[in-house]
C-alpha cells in the first residue's frame, strides 16, 4: 500500500514537473514565474519519502526534459531536482533552516560551475566571456555615436566602462558565489510557505538580529586587508584574482554582521521597525554608509558588542 502510494505520488510529482518545464520552455513571459516552482515537486516527494525514490523522480524528470525540450533543457531538471531533494531531505530530517540553505546554496553553485565547465569542455560554449564581449562591443558602438557629438565625454565613458569591466572580471566568482545564495534564498522563501500548506512541517528562519558570524571571519578579513596592502599583486594575476575576491567576500560578510548588529541594537532599544530596514535600504545606495556599518560589524565581532549592550539592559 506504501509503495503504491509513493509511486502514485511520484507520477504526480513528475506530472506537474513535466507541466512547469513546459511552461518554461515554451512560454516565455511565464517562464520566470515557472522557474521559481520548478523544484516544488522535488522538495513535496523527498521530504515525505526516502532518498533513493527521490532520486528515481530525478531520472524520470531527467528523461522527460529530453524528450519534451532539447538536452539544453537536461542541466535545468539536474539543478532544480537536486536542489529540491536536498531541501526535502533537510525537512525530512528535522535540519536548521540555515543548513538547508546553505546546503541548497552551495548545491546551485555546484551546478553552476559544474554546466559552466561543460559548456566550454563539450560545446566550446564560453558563456560568461561572450556576454561580457557582448556587453563591450554594445557600448563602444554607443560611445562612438556619443564621439561624435562630444568626444572628450566619450573617451570618460569609455574609461569609466573599461574600468567597471574590469572590476566585473575579476570578481566573476565572488558575483557567482553571491548570486548563487541569493537565488537559494528567493527560492526557499517562495516555496517553503507552500510546502507548509501540504502538512509538512518546515523549518523557520532565525531572526537576522541574532546571526553572528565566527570570529574566525575578522581574522580573515584582517590578513586579506594586510595582503592585499604589502603584496600588491598585478592585475589579472592569480595572487590579484583571489585577494580581490576574498576581499569582496569578507567585506559582504562584515557587512551583513553590522546590519545584523543594527537590527539588534533597534531590538534592544525598542526602536521602530522601520529605522533599520530604511538604514539597510540607504547603504545599498550610499556607500560612505556601507563603510560606517561595516566598522560596526569588525567592532561587534572584535569587542563582543552584544554581550555589553545585554548588560547594560539587563
Known amino acids: 500500500m506504501k509503495n503504491t502510494r509513493m509511486l502514485t505520488?511520484?507520477?504526480?510529482?513528475?506530472?506537474?514537473?513535466?507541466?512547469?518545464?513546459?511552461?518554461?520552455?515554451?512560454?516565455?513571459?511565464?517562464?520566470?514565474?515557472?522557474?521559481?516552482?520548478?523544484?516544488?515537486?522535488?522538495?513535496?516527494?523527498?521530504?515525505?519519502?526516502?532518498?533513493?525514490?527521490?532520486?528515481?523522480?530525478?531520472?524520470?524528470?531527467?528523461?522527460?526534459?529530453?524528450?519534451?525540450?532539447?538536452?539544453?533543457?537536461?542541466?535545468?531538471?539536474?539543478?532544480?531536482?537536486?536542489?529540491?531533494i536536498v531541501i526535502g531531505y533537510c525537512i525530512q530530517n528535522k535540519k536548521t533552516k540555515s543548513t538547508m540553505y546553505i546546503a541548497a546554496s552551495i548545491l546551485i553553485l555546484l551546478n553552476a560551475i559544474g554546466q559552466y565547465i561543460i559548456s566550454i569542455a563539450f560545446f566550446k560554449i564560453n558563456v560568461v566571456k561572450e556576454s561580457i564581449e557582448m556587453a563591450r562591443k554594445s557600448f563602444e558602438q554607443s560611445a562612438k555615436i556619443i564621439s561624435a557629438i562630444d568626444q572628450g565625454y566619450s573617451n570618460q565613458l569609455m574609461d569609466q566602462f573599461n574600468l567597471v569591466f574590469n572590476s566585473i572580471t575579476s570578481l566573476l566568482p565572488s558575483l557567482l558565489v553571491v548570486t548563487s545564495f541569493l537565488v537559494a534564498?528567493?527560492?526557499?522563501?517562495?516555496?517553503?510557505?507552500?510546502?507548509?500548506?501540504?502538512?509538512?512541517?518546515?523549518?523557520?528562519?532565525?531572526?537576522?538580529?541574532?546571526?553572528?558570524?565566527?570570529?574566525s571571519v575578522l581574522w580573515y578579513y584582517l590578513i586579506t586587508m594586510i595582503l592585499t596592502f604589502f603584496m600588491?599583486?598585478?592585475?589579472?594575476?592569480?595572487?590579484?584574482?583571489?585577494?580581490?575576491?576574498?576581499?569582496?567576500?569578507?567585506?559582504?560578510?562584515?557587512?551583513?554582521?553590522?546590519?545584523?548588529?543594527?537590527?539588534?541594537?533597534?531590538?534592544?532599544?525598542?526602536?521602530?521597525?522601520?529605522?533599520?530596514?530604511?538604514?539597510?535600504?540607504?547603504?545599498?545606495?550610499?556607500?560612505?554608509?556601507?563603510?560606517?556599518?561595516?566598522?560596526?560589524?569588525?567592532?561587534?565581532?572584535?569587542?563582543?558588542?552584544?554581550?555589553?549592550?545585554n548588560r547594560k539592559t539587563s
Do not use: C
Not at 196 to 209: D, Q, T
Not at 257 to 268: C, H, K, N
Open 9 to 84: 505520488e511520484g507520477a504526480l510529482m513528475l506530472a506537474v514537473f513535466t507541466i512547469l518545464l513546459l511552461i518554461f520552455n515554451y512560454i516565455p513571459f511565464l517562464s520566470l514565474i515557472s522557474a521559481v516552482f520548478l523544484l516544488l515537486p522535488f522538495i513535496l516527494y523527498s521530504a515525505k519519502y526516502p532518498l533513493k525514490f527521490s532520486f528515481i523522480l530525478l531520472i524520470g524528470s531527467i528523461v522527460i526534459s529530453a524528450l519534451v525540450g532539447t538536452l539544453l533543457i537536461v542541466p535545468v531538471a539536474i539543478m532544480y531536482g537536486t536542489t529540491g
Open 185 to 215: 534564498w528567493i527560492l526557499i522563501s517562495i516555496n517553503l510557505p507552500i510546502v507548509k500548506r501540504f502538512k509538512i512541517e518546515v523549518p523557520k528562519w532565525n531572526s537576522f538580529r541574532d546571526l553572528q558570524l565566527p570570529k
Open 232 to 309: 600588491r599583486p598585478e592585475q589579472g594575476s592569480f595572487a590579484y584574482m583571489a585577494l580581490v575576491n576574498l576581499n569582496f567576500i569578507l567585506q559582504l560578510l562584515m557587512l551583513l554582521q553590522g546590519l545584523s548588529f543594527l537590527f539588534f541594537y533597534s531590538y534592544e532599544k525598542k526602536w521602530s521597525k522601520a529605522i533599520p530596514v530604511l538604514i539597510t535600504i540607504f547603504s545599498f545606495l550610499l556607500f560612505p554608509l556601507q563603510y560606517i556599518i561595516r566598522i560596526l560589524g569588525i567592532m561587534d565581532l572584535g569587542f563582543n558588542l552584544r554581550q555589553h549592550i
